[in-house]
């Protein structure tokens, strides 16, 4: 349940990764905007290939084959593309195509479609993700908004777990947001390791059937929830 089946409340809205002072305003023609989308989808691939710290924007103009000139008509700099490289990326992992399942339905049944989706999603941006662990490591600025982010989606699956406390479907003597501080920190460090390091799903043979059953079953069982 790595991110909540339920419509989502405003005020648990996850805020932009991306620094909003970096963004600009998008171009107003067409050419403009796939010169734009060239750019921001050859700097995702040397980010990743290379990781933040070793890309030069050499790399990222002849990966575009694009000229200096160019990139600097829509961006300023490293940090600039980097942030639109987020702003367009995280939509993804925002809105990861969760099947339709039915809010009042069967809880089990919600919370495995939501980890599917979540662990489909990260599969996809594995690259990425783990480019986003070294960014935070060297950029507070960037650390503070990731963890801003994952604490909105902490705060929707409490709301979620306390909806299903409410209608006796979970254990009520748990705290909603520290019960859902751990099962999110499980899912998150689960899909780390098994799509980023890769060590886990090597040496474990767990494909994401598995993954998902599994995680699925612990939430179950760790918040007592019956059908």
Same mark, same amino acid.
């Given at each position: 349940?790595?991110?909540? *089946? *339920?419509?989502?409340?405003?005020?648990?809205?996850?805020?932009?990764?991306? &620094?909003?002072? +970096?963004?600009?305003?998008?171009?107003?023609?067409?050419?403009?905007?796939?010169?734009?989308? *060239?750019?921001?989808?050859?700097?995702?691939?040397?980010?990743?290939?290379?990781?933040?710290?070793?890309?030069?924007?050499?790399?990222?103009?002849?990966?575009? =084959?694009?000229? !200096?000139?160019?990139?600097?008509?829509?961006?300023?700099?490293? #940090?600039?593309?980097?942030?639109?490289?987020? #702003?367009?990326?995280?939509?993804?992992?925002?809105?990861?195509?969760?099947?339709?399942?039915?809010?009042?339905?069967?809880?089990?049944?919600?919370? #495995? *479609?939501? &980890?599917?989706?979540? @662990? /489909?999603?990260?599969?996809? &941006?594995?690259?990425?993700?783990?480019?986003? /662990?070294?960014?935070?490591?060297?950029?507070?600025?960037?650390?503070?908004?990731?963890?801003?982010?994952?604490?909105?989606?902490?705060?929707?699956? !409490?709301?979620?777990?306390?909806?299903?406390? =409410?209608?006796? +479907?979970?254990?009520?003597?748990?705290?909603?947001? +520290?019960?859902?501080?751990?099962?999110?920190?499980?899912?998150?460090?689960?899909?780390?390791?098994? @799509?980023?390091?890769?060590? !886990?799903? /090597? #040496?474990?043979?767990?494909?994401?059937?598995?993954?998902?059953?599994?995680?699925?079953? +612990?939430?179950? &069982?760790?918040?007592?929830?019956? !059908?």
């Amino acid at each position: 349940m790595a991110r909540s *089946a *339920a419509r989502p409340i405003p005020e648990d809205v996850p805020p932009s990764m991306a &620094n909003s002072a +970096l963004l600009r305003d998008l171009p107003a023609t067409e050419r403009g905007l796939r010169t734009r989308s *060239a750019l921001i989808a050859a700097a995702r691939t040397v980010f990743e290939q290379s990781g933040y710290l070793d890309t030069r924007l050499i790399d990222i103009t002849t990966a575009a =084959k694009c000229s !200096a000139g160019t990139f600097y008509t829509y961006f300023a700099s490293k #940090e600039e593309i980097f942030a639109a490289v987020l #702003e367009l990326a995280q939509e993804d992992m925002m809105h990861p195509g969760m099947p339709h399942v039915d809010a009042d339905g069967d809880p089990a049944a919600i919370i #495995e *479609a939501s &980890n599917r989706a979540y @662990f /489909e999603a990260y599969r996809r &941006n594995a690259k990425l993700m783990g480019l986003l /662990e070294q960014v935070a490591s060297v950029d507070p600025e960037f650390r503070m908004l990731r963890q801003r982010r994952a604490d909105a989606f902490v705060r929707r699956n !409490a709301r979620s777990i306390e909806a299903l406390q =409410k209608r006796g +479907l979970a254990d009520v003597d748990l705290d909603p947001l +520290l019960s859902s501080r751990a099962l999110s920190g499980m899912i998150s460090r689960l899909a780390f390791g098994y @799509f980023v390091t890769g060590d !886990a799903a /090597e #040496e474990d043979g767990i494909d994401l059937d598995a993954l998902t059953r599994t995680a699925t079953r +612990l939430w179950v &069982n760790a918040l007592r929830i019956t !059908a």
